[in-house]
């Protein structure tokens, strides 16, 4: 049960005038008839004061009367034990928690931000009736799906996204496709980027540093290069005969647009060209991914637009194993898929081409595990901007959820008619007419 007028509750205390109206109400004496005394004067006769409670029942009905008054006043809504489950009653928050590596530095109290952004997710979801979590490092991209959630409850609703909002987290777009009834509320966890930074790729047969210095205001980059017997992170290419210098050649070319120095990933990965003797043989036991790493990797492969632009438009490989690579119209240039713990890339394109160079330098870069530059952005949205993306919860509810309330007040209404009509019998008999003496 809610109650839509709470404030009427109030109204309770009137319940107190009946016992008053008891306690201070002045009784009519007795008048008792005595044939002896009919020759004295009348005297006039004076009421009694109650010094305690009299006639119970009646005032127990009449405190009823008020009660039911009241209660209907506060507009009592039932609901269905469907209806209940489903919209949880209060207020229902889904809550966005940033878990990017930028939430790892360090807030004014000395704290990881991560660790704010978890105290901060508790309390909301303590101050929340029904609440859900959703942790991710993409908070733009998670809203959709937070969003979705909270369409299907009722009542008072609303999105909170927990983030320290470095630029790109997320835009006035995420918000804008928030539905208008959902109300939105946007935490920030003011963190302090690191001075510097260093990169380290491999270029030719140099290793080459970058050292970002970044603020709010500009970004410096010194570049440093020096000789290095590192070599470079390496891919295992499975080729024709005669192909191995070919195969050389084109990773010489990935490394000179740079590639990680010395790649702290220990995942395998071969590159499997049409020529290859033992394209056969490892189609036969390919199996479809599982590692979490591979699929991760497959995901984001597939989002280079470079590896699109420069793959062929032919028309691609039959192979039924997942498309990791697909040509801008759509053929399917590289296939992946999994021989115990090594990814395999079945890829559909000569191993001197341009786009085996790019696919190598690509693979490479997303093998190492570093930060990600967009982490690295040492400036947050404004929390003037931010403060206009809210607003207030909404109540609207869904159809289904509505359609099980009921009002009881009208019920209330017609049993506070029925004890009026009650009261006013029980008044009319306990009445006393003066009787004069005669």
């Known amino acids: 049960m ?21 306690l201070l109400g002045r009784g009519q004496s007795r008048t008792h008839r005595f044939p002896s005394l009919r020759f004295i004067d009348a005297a006039r ?62 807030t004014a109290a000395g704290v990881p931000g991560h660790r704010a ?17 959703f942790l991710t490092a993409t908070p733009g991209a998670a809203i959709p799906g937070a969003t979705s959630w909270l369409a299907q409850q009722s009542g008072q609703r609303e999105l909170v996204v927990i983030s320290d909002f470095q630029l790109g987290a997320i835009d006035s777009n995420d ?7 959902l109300g ?18 491999h270029q030719d047969a140099d290793l080459v540093t970058a050292t970002i210095v970044a603020d709010s205001l500009s970004s410096t980059v010194n570049w440093r290069r020096s000789p ?8 295992r290419w499975l080729v024709g005969p005669g192909e191995t210098a070919l195969a050389s050649a084109s990773l010489r070319a990935a490394n000179s647009i740079g590639v990680p120095a010395a790649s702290t990933s220990r995942d ?23 590692a979490a790493w591979m699929i991760a990797l497959v995901a984001r492969l597939r989002e280079s637009t470079l590896l699109a632009q420069l793959a062929a438009d032919g028309p691609g490989t039959s192979d039924t194993l997942t498309a990791a690579v697909r040509s801008l ?12 713990n090594k990814l395999l890339f079945f890829v559909d394109d000569s191993v001197a081409s341009t786009f085996s160079a790019a696919l190598a330098a690509t693979v490479l870069r997303l093998q190492e595990r570093a930060t990600p530059m967009s982490e690295k952005e040492p400036i947050a949205i404004d929390p003037i901007r931010l403060a206009s993306w809210e607003r207030v919860p909404g109540t609207e509810g869904s159809g289904s959820v509505a359609a099980t309330e009921s009002s009881e007040g009208r019920w209330l209404w017609l049993g506070a008619l029925v004890l009026l009509g009650a009261e006013w019998w029980m008044r009319r008999r306990t009445a006393e007419v003066p009787v004069a003496v005669g």
């Open 268 to 290: 395998s990965v071969t590159f499997i060209f049409p020529t290859a003797p033992e394209r056969a043989t490892l189609r036969a036991r390919a199996a479809p991914l599982r």
């Open 184 to 201: 939105v509320r946007l935490v920030p966890v003011a963190v302090t980027a690191p001075p510097t930074s260093e990169f380290l790729s």
């Open 329 to 340: 119209r759509g053929a399917a240039r590289v296939a992946a898929a999994a021989d115990g």
């Open 175 to 181: 918000i804008a496709s928030v539905n208008p009834s």
């Open 2 to 22: 809610t109650w839509l007028q709470p404030w009427a509750w109030l109204g309770a205390a009137t319940i107190l005038l009946p016992t008053l109206i008891h």
């Open 228 to 235: 290095s017997a590192i070599p470079p992170a390496s891919l």
């Open 45 to 106: 006769l004076l009421p009694a004061q109650r010094t305690r409670l009299q006639d119970l029942p009646l005032l127990v009905v009449r405190v009823a009367v008020l009660l039911l008054a009241t209660t209907a006043l506060a507009q009592p809504r039932m609901r269905g034990a469907e209806g209940v489950g489903a919209a949880g009653g209060g207020l229902t928050r889904a809550i966005v928690m940033d878990t990017s590596v930028s939430m790892g530095w360090l």
């Open 117 to 133: 952004a978890r105290d901060a997710t508790d309390r909301l979801a303590g101050e929340a009736t029904t609440s859900r979590r």
